[in-house]
């Protein structure tokens, strides 16, 4: 059940950045810090900033889908920090 909603949500994701949103650049930004929380196994380490991360990013895709570039940003912003203390967490980020 989750694939399906994260490839929905990439979906939008990249459809909202070739839109030329302004919030583009946060949430690419959001993305890739996600992905390396992903790749350092921060779901099992830190389960909490994972998955909050990981909500916040699909609220932002979304967002960006409605063309909400404003709020977007914002949430690209919190996926982003989220991502960041998971990355630390897992022990994948500077100490």
């Known amino acids: 059940m989750r694939r399906p909603r994260m490839a929905l949500a990439y979906v939008v994701l990249f459809a909202g950045v070739a839109a030329g949103c302004a919030g583009g650049k946060a949430l690419r930004s959001a993305q890739a ?18 998955y909050a991360a990981e ?34 967490m897992a022990g994948g980020g500077a100490k």
């Open 33 to 50: 810090s996600f992905e390396r929380a992903k790749t350092a196994g921060a779901e099992a380490k830190a389960p909490y900033e994972y």
């Open 55 to 88: 909500a916040y990013l699909n609220q932002a895709s979304h967002e960006a889908g409605e063309r909400d570039k404003r709020q977007a940003e914002v949430f690209s912003k919190q996926s982003e920090f989220y991502s960041v203390k998971a990355l630390e």
